[in-house]
Every structure is written in C-alpha cells, then in structure tokens.
C-alpha cells in the first residue's frame, strides 16, 4: 500500500511550514492584517517561578515568567501554532508580549494564561485582542484529480469520511483508507485536532493510503507505488488569505517479490522459492526436504549392527493448496500444507524470508495431527523355559534370541505396517540343551 498526504486549505504560512522553509509570510503584504494579541504579565513585588499558555485545551511548556521573546514565541510553535511573531516590552505594572498570528488567518480565540506555577506577590496575567485579523479564514472547495478522473467538488472542512467516499467514486480507485491527519506531526495541538477530526484557521489535513485489497468486486487494486493525488485548480474554488492545497507523499508503496526457503526442525533448507510459488514448486520442495537425522537406537541396549531408527514420524506424499493471485494483494499468498500419510503429527515446518522483499514467511499449525498408530513399547519371547531381556518393538531381535540356551542359529524377518509389527522365525539348527 501507498500513503499520501492531502492538505486542503492552509495558509501560505502552513505551507512554508511543512515545506521547512524557516521564515514566514506576515499578511500585510497582501493587504490583510493578521490578528495581534497582548499578554500582560504584572506582579506586586519581584516575580518569579514559571507560567504557561492554553489554546484549546493544549498548554505550552513552562517558561520562565522573565522569558525573552523568543523563548515566548519558541514555546508557542512548538506546541500551539505554526508560526507566530513575537515582540516584549514594560510598562509600570510588569512586562508585555505581542503575539502576531501570521499563519492563522481570521479571528484567533483568546490565548489563556496560567501562573499557577508563578512565585512573588499576587502573579497575575491577562489577554487581549489589541489589532483585529482582516485576514480570511481558509474555506471554499476543491477537486482531486487521479488517473484522469475528477472527484467531486470537497468543502475544504470535509470529514475524512466524505474524502474517502469521494474517492472512492472514481473509476480509477478502488479502495482507500482516509483518515485525519495532523498538519504538522508530532504538534500536540495539530495532533489533538486530527483526533477530534476538527480544522483550525491555519487549514486541514487527510491522509490518504491506497490499498491493494478487493473493495466491492472492484479490479482496482493498487500495487506498489502510485501515482500522486492532483488538486484541479481549474476545479478549485478554495477562499481565504493565501488559500491553497498541496499533496505530498508520506510513505512510498512497494510490492513484495524475491525467495524464501522452508525446513523442518532438523536438515537443510529446500531450494529458493519465488515469492508466490506454484502448489507444486512447494510441494516438490517439501517432499524433497531431509528427515531428522538416524540415531542409534539406546532403548534396545548396546547394538554390533549399527541399527539406526527415525525419530520423527514417516510422513510420506504431501498436499499443498495456495490462494488464488487476486488475493494476495491483500494479505499476501497463503498455503495450505497436509500431510495426509503422516503417522503422527507432522514435524514443524520453518520458513527463511531474508531474501524477500516487503513480505514475510509465517508458519502456524492449523489442526494437529492425530496421535501416532505406529506399534511401540517392549515385549519379551520365551521359548523352552528360557526367555529373552526386554525387546523394543522394531528393533532386531535375532541375536537376542540365539542368545538364549534352548536356541540355535535363527533367521528373522520383519513385516511392519502402520499399525503392527510382525516376526518370522526360522530355526536354521537346533539349539543346546
């Protein structure tokens, strides 16, 4: 999937802003006068401590009540507003700040003062509006442009559902997830109003992520990188001082690719993979892959004949089924894997995805397999009075046997089936009495 970023009507500061620029527009150049507050600062005797500013439940950090401009201005940008410009200076009472607005046009709610965290004699604070904004609140509509199909005309306060649904109208989109965003992020402000869903002076922002899952029938499915949102200024009629849009991509779309291997919990990798290989490939690897190594078998005692026996169950032929292409845009390719002539449950299969690209390998057991059939335990043969130690089903039993003194030379052969084990004993001489 691909975000971007659509920002609809913000102030030219806002957009010197986001682009990092380091200076900002003040809207006197272009006849309108942004809003100018006054925070007066007065104590009874020599003050001290530190004091706070609120906008819309949002507070600064502390600062000192002898703050210089900067600090004051420092301190409202980084939590309040994009950009401001401040000044300080005295009179009788104690200390003053302007606070210009040059990026939020139109009227600005009174700041709040907080001097609960001030010293000295009775701190108090007070704010006022001393210059009115003829600057114009952003406002209006526009339209979004992709793949040469227009959206709707979009009120510049439009909810982020209402985006989406317009967007989703285009025969050139299929689904997309559209949320508020924050138009500078990391703001407290900024993000406690793409919380709320709400808009301030300075504009509004929407983040757009195109997804690559089946939304109602529809064959749109965006893969990788697509191409950028477009605002028709042909189609636009946004108002306000220094109105514009602008789209910008947040996070690029890729597409998953490259190979992976498979194993089980003991042996060595199956061959490379492509990313959505065949049922077969798979299958054919699976198949292919070593069984946990032969060990020599202890149950049975000391052995001369190097008799080894398999610890894990025989599984023989498996089965594997994979979804269909059109759905692995969504949640990638998804296998099936049955071991129908297991005996036993299955050993664990493992997966190495550090050759695949945007993607991973998952391995989860869906149903276990039923417990084992094969006959094991031990047993003991008695012949003529004489009986053999205990003897591990499966495991050699010739050498027991002519061990015994009521018997000679034998031959034994073996027959096992998935649910039994069988012996044939030949006397090939009579033993000693």
């Given at each position: 999937?691909?975000?971007?970023?659509?920002?609809?009507?913000?102030?030219?500061?806002?957009?010197?802003?986001?682009?990092?620029?380091?200076?900002?527009?003040?809207?006197?150049?272009?006849?309108?006068?942004?809003?100018?507050?006054?925070?007066?600062?007065?104590?009874?005797?020599?003050?001290?401590?530190?004091?706070?500013?609120?906008?819309?439940?949002?507070?600064?950090?502390?600062?000192?009540?002898?703050?210089?401009?900067?600090?004051?201005?420092?301190?409202?940008?980084?939590?309040?507003?994009?950009?401001?410009?401040?000044?300080?200076?005295?009179?009788?009472?104690?200390?003053?700040?302007?606070?210009?607005?040059?990026?939020?046009?139109?009227?600005?709610?009174?700041?709040?003062?907080?001097?609960?965290?001030?010293?000295?004699?009775?701190?108090?604070?007070?704010?006022?509006?001393?210059?009115?904004?003829?600057?114009?609140?952003?406002?209006?509509?526009?339209?979004?442009?992709?793949?040469?199909?227009?959206?709707?005309?979009?009120?510049?306060?439009?909810?982020?559902?209402?985006?989406?649904?317009?967007?989703?109208?285009?025969?050139?989109?299929?689904?997309?997830n559209v949320s508020d965003a924050p138009l500078i992020v990391g703001h407290p402000l900024s993000e406690q109003r793409a919380s709320q869903g709400t808009s301030g002076p300075g504009g509004r922002?929407?983040?757009?992520?195109?997804?690559?899952?089946?939304?109602?029938?529809?064959?749109?499915?965006?893969?990788?990188?697509?191409?950028?949102?477009?605002?028709?200024?042909?189609?636009?009629s946004l108002t306000g001082t220094r109105a514009d849009a602008i789209v910008f991509e947040v996070k690029r779309g890729s597409r998953p690719g490259g190979t992976f291997k498979v194993r089980r919990?003991?042996?060595?990798?199956?061959?490379?993979?492509?990313?959505?290989?065949?049922?077969?490939?798979?299958?054919?690897?699976?198949?292919?892959?070593?069984?946990?190594?032969?060990?020599?078998?202890?149950?049975?005692?000391?052995?001369?004949?190097?008799?080894?026996?398999?610890?894990?169950?025989?599984?023989?032929?498996?089965?594997?089924?994979?979804?269909?292409?059109?759905?692995?845009?969504?949640?990638?390719?998804?296998?099936?894997?049955?071991?129908?002539?297991?005996?036993?449950?299955?050993?664990?299969?493992?997966?190495?995805?550090?050759?695949?690209?945007?993607?991973?390998?998952?391995?989860?057991?869906?149903?276990?397999?039923?417990?084992?059939?094969?006959?094991?335990?031990?047993?003991?043969?008695?012949?003529?009075?004489?009986?053999?130690?205990?003897?591990?089903?499966?495991?050699?039993?010739?050498?027991?046997?002519?061990?015994?003194?009521?018997?000679?030379?034998?031959?034994?052969?073996?027959?096992?089936?998935?649910?039994?084990?069988?012996?044939?004993?030949?006397?090939?001489?009579?033993?000693?009495?």
């Amino acid at each position: 999937s691909v975000v971007r970023s659509v920002q609809g009507s913000l102030s030219l500061g806002t957009i010197l802003k986001r682009k990092g620029a380091q200076f900002s527009y003040n809207a006197v150049e272009d006849g309108a006068q942004p809003e100018v507050q006054r925070i007066r600062f007065t104590s009874l005797g020599p003050p001290g401590g530190h004091w706070r500013l609120r906008h819309e439940g949002v507070n600064t950090a502390p600062m000192k009540v002898d703050a210089s401009a900067d600090e004051v201005r420092a301190a409202l940008e980084a939590a309040l507003f994009t950009s401001v410009e401040v000044s300080r200076s005295f009179y009788s009472s104690g200390h003053e700040f302007l606070v210009t607005f040059v990026a939020e046009p139109g009227d600005v709610p009174s700041l709040e003062c907080d001097v609960a965290e001030s010293t000295g004699p009775t701190p108090f604070c007070r704010v006022d509006e001393v210059v009115q904004a003829t600057s114009v609140v952003s406002g209006g509509a526009f339209r979004l442009l992709f793949g040469g199909k227009l959206t709707e005309p979009l009120s510049s306060t439009a909810s982020s559902l209402q985006i989406q649904q317009a967007l989703e109208k285009l025969p050139s989109i299929g689904r997309v997830n559209v949320s508020d965003a924050p138009l500078i992020v990391g703001h407290p402000l900024s993000e406690q109003r793409a919380s709320q869903g709400t808009s301030g002076p300075g504009g509004r922002a929407w983040r757009v992520e195109f997804n690559d899952h089946k939304y109602k029938g529809s064959t749109v499915l965006h893969e990788g990188d697509q191409p950028l949102l477009q605002l028709s200024y042909n189609e636009t009629s946004l108002t306000g001082t220094r109105a514009d849009a602008i789209v910008f991509e947040v996070k690029r779309g890729s597409r998953p690719g490259g190979t992976f291997k498979v194993r089980r919990h003991f042996g060595g990798w199956s061959q490379a993979l492509d990313y959505g290989a065949s049922e077969e490939e798979l299958r054919y690897a699976l198949e292919a892959l070593d069984g946990r190594p032969k060990i020599p078998s202890i149950e049975s005692g000391p052995t001369t004949d190097g008799y080894l026996t398999y610890t894990d169950p025989l599984c023989g032929d498996i089965a594997v089924t994979r979804t269909d292409y059109a759905d692995s845009m969504s949640e990638g390719y998804r296998y099936v894997v049955t071991f129908p002539e297991c005996d036993g449950d299955a050993p664990r299969l493992y997966g190495d995805a550090t050759q695949l690209n945007d993607a991973s390998v998952r391995i989860r057991e869906t149903r276990k397999g039923a417990p084992s059939s094969k006959a094991a335990g031990q047993f003991t043969i008695s012949y003529q009075g004489a009986t053999t130690p205990g003897l591990q089903i499966g495991a050699p039993i010739e050498e027991s046997l002519e061990k015994l003194p009521t018997v000679g030379d034998v031959v034994v052969s073996t027959h096992e089936d998935v649910d039994q084990v069988s012996y044939v004993v030949t006397f090939t001489s009579l033993g000693n009495p």
